[in-house]
């Protein structure tokens, strides 16, 4: 009995001859034995990375923001770049864990859980960047509105860079209540195979007590759901306050009301390299190509194409409402400093428009979709591609103000600047190797959901029913 | 809660457990619980449960969200301590929008997620009965509650018949919540069962 019936020709979501059991076999082996030296020499880089950024961190803090080289002008320069950068690549996870749930996408499943993480871990590193770029960090709870001493003076409700502070806080808290309640059921299971006591006090502590009652799992789907429902407009809405952050401010460039659908568009177009940079290094480390299809490969690169694309449109109508405005000051933003290739930065400009709109087209060609090799080396093409974008952002507008006197020398980071920047990829790669080695890293209990009618094996079986007359089928499966 | 005996039924496919669920329920025995490895969809209604009512409660934790935001950022900025944003008016609601959606999504999140806890009685270090260990890998255990005049052995047979592979009587504490607190609010540890 089929409780969901899905066609044949529907390209099956987990390859190879899988039962249940199997599929718990498969996806938690890689907890149960011992890391590879591939992960020990993965997991040490990161951490050597992770130390180079507290060490960066560190001399900011001592010595002030002066360790970077941020100006009169450019006041936001890699910092702000690499914290629009990380929040964008978190979008990914959710757009899959979430809005693909409501739009009832089967191959969320395989990738959903790691795309999750990825997330968490991407807002965490985002989260850093303004945090340390305050200077005197030791006064950041001053963003956190309470009774205070200082008159009470409130924080201003009115101002973008306060809603980025909402909006950050609660995507992180949203992410992680959705990524935790959907962990519970997996780590039930590993608790009840664990064979040493350590294990099963530990993911017996981490399984909340997880029994698997018809009852549990109706109060669990409906949570899932509505945490999906709640965190599609949250998603949409981060993104979108942190193009307010640049839409609301005077700054020719910036002042645009396309920002907020580029933006989004933006930051899924990168989180979806992002998880194909990870998936398909991930699939091949822990021998998952059977739930991590070459098909649910596909799908990421198409959303990537599309996304791509709708970033391409944006870049286009952006120059065309610059030139349409008449307005002296955006046309030197478009026409002299960003789309010129002679002008001081017209190389960030021209390597986005490349890495971000020309390139991803080769995945119009389907061989091309399917293609690892492809699909890894485009996937970091993107990202590449969506940090310039943020750079031409930030620093083309910034660095000619309107007052030519105050047109600074040219803006390049200090070594601290990148340490910090490549700290963060640290403390992602970081958090990223021991979530690998320790969580189930594909949602064992949703895949057991979608394996009878999207599994291979049980979609062979289909084929019988397919040639049945409509009515003898309605008859057996509807309900 | 004293302890009680069930009878526990394993079942090795969703295809077999669902006529089998129909059946025990026709034949008038209690079905406690049924435990699985995933959401079965369908099933709580072939257990006859009653819808859960958890959205409503995120939509009730939602609207507080909505309240505390609007209330608190209108009274901080238009009566607590009006500051002058260069001439734009104190109440600005427009602009109090985009922290008003956040606050009212956390609320409802964390209210929801405390709720779920709540409900299914789950936090960290709680421990409950657990039937089978395989009822979160690859089993479907039914667990039926007998009554003192139940005939255990014809139970038996009966899961039996209707396709459970293993069955066998378990002592367990009685109540929907197990493995917790009695009436009278003593903890209740089972030695003599294994518990993970």
């Not at chain 1, 992002?274 to 059977?290: A, G, W």
């Not at chain 1, 996937?379 to 910034?398: A, D, K």
């Not at chain 2, 072939?46 to 958890?54: D, I, N, Y």
Request: charged share 15%; glycine share 8%.
């Amino acid at each position: 009995m089929h409780l969901k019936y899905e066609s044949q020709l529907r390209e099956p979501l987990v390859n190879g001859d899988k039962n249940y059991h199997q599929v718990t076999e498969d996806i938690c082996r890689p907890i149960e034995v011992r890391p590879t030296k591939l992960w020990y020499i993965g997991f040490f880089i990161s951490v050597a990375l992770l130390l180079f950024g507290v060490y960066s961190v560190y001399r900011e803090v001592t010595y002030g923001i002066g360790q970077w080289n941020l100006n009169r002008t450019v006041g936001w320069g890699w910092d702000i770049t690499n914290f629009v950068w990380w929040i964008g690549i978190g979008h990914a996870g959710t757009l899959i864990s979430a809005i693909l749930l409501l739009f009832r996408q089967g191959w969320r499943t395989g990738v959903n859980r790691a795309a999750e993480a990825m997330t968490i871990f991407a807002v965490i590193c985002a989260g850093q960047f303004p945090l340390w770029h305050m200077g005197r960090v030791w006064m950041a709870f001053f963003v956190f509105p309470y009774p205070n001493t200082r008159g009470p003076l409130w924080i201003n409700f009115n101002s973008p860079l306060l809603w980025d502070v909402f909006a950050i806080s609660t995507y992180f808290t949203v992410s992680l209540l959705f990524w935790y309640t959907g962990l519970l059921p997996d780590f039930g299971t590993i608790r009840d195979r664990a064979k040493t006591k350590l294990r099963k006090k530990l993911y017996g502590i981490v399984s909340f007590g997880w029994s698997g009652s018809t009852k549990h799992w109706q109060r669990h789907e409906s949570l899932a759901l509505v945490l999906a429902g709640l965190s599609t407009p949250l998603v949409l809405s981060v993104h979108t306050i942190v193009s307010f952050d640049f839409a609301t401010s005077v700054v020719p460039g910036w002042h645009t009301t396309i920002f907020p659908p580029y933006f989004v568009a933006g930051a899924i177009f990168s989180g979806f390299a992002m998880v194909q940079s990870l998936m398909v290094i991930l699939r091949k480390v822990f021998n998952l190509q059977d739930y991590i299809t070459l098909g649910h490969i596909e799908a990421m690169n198409k959303v990537i194409v599309l996304t791509g694309s709708i970033v391409g449109c944006a870049y286009l109508t952006e120059l065309f409402m610059g030139w349409y405005s008449q307005n002296k000051y955006e046309q030197y933003a478009f026409f002299y400093t960003r789309a010129n290739l002679f002008s001081p930065y017209g190389w960030s400009y021209w390597g986005m428009m490349t890495c971000n709109v020309i390139s991803p087209q080769i995945f119009w060609f389907r061989k091309l979709r399917r293609n690892l090799y492809v699909t890894f080396f485009m996937s970091v093409v993107v990202n590449i591609g969506m940090w310039f974008e943020r750079f031409v952002i930030i620093v083309t507008s910034l660095f000619r103000d309107y007052l030519p006197s105050s047109w600074p020398v040219y803006y390049s980071p200090t070594i601290f600047e990148m340490g910090f920047y490549l700290g963060s990829f640290g403390l992602f790669f970081t958090c990223f190797f021991l979530f690998a080695k320790y969580f189930p890293v594909i949602a064992i209990a949703e895949i057991k959901h979608v394996l009878k009618t999207s599994g291979e094996n049980y979609k062979e079986k289909v084929g019988d029913i397919e040639k049945e007359p409509v009515e003898e089928f309605a008859h057996q499966y509807a309900h | 809660m004293a302890n009680k005996n069930f009878v526990v039924g394993c079942f090795d496919d969703e295809a077999v457990l669902f006529p089998a669920v129909k059946k025990v329920r026709m034949a008038g025995y209690k079905i406690h619980d049924v435990y699985t490895p995933y959401a079965v969809h369908g099933l709580d209604h072939a257990l006859g449960l009653r819808e859960t009512s958890l959205h409503t409660a995120g939509f009730i934790y939602g609207i507080t969200g909505t309240a505390t935001a609007l209330g608190g950022i209108g009274w901080i900025l238009s009566w607590d301590w009006p500051l002058n944003f260069g001439g734009k008016p104190h109440f600005a609601l427009p602009a109090w929008i985009p922290i008003t959606f956040e606050l009212t999504v956390l609320f409802a999140s964390i209210g929801m997620v405390l709720t779920f806890c709540y409900l299914c009685q789950m936090a960290p270090f709680v421990k409950k009965h657990q039937f089978h260990s395989r009822a979160t890998d690859d089993a479907f255990v039914m667990v039926v509650e007998p009554t003192p005049k139940t005939n255990l052995e014809d139970l038996k047979a009966f899961l039996s018949a209707n396709g459970a592979t293993e069955i066998e009587v378990q002592e367990a504490e009685a109540g929907w919540w197990l493995g917790t607190y009695d009436k009278q609010q003593k903890l209740v540890r089972d030695k003599g069962i294994e518990v993970a």
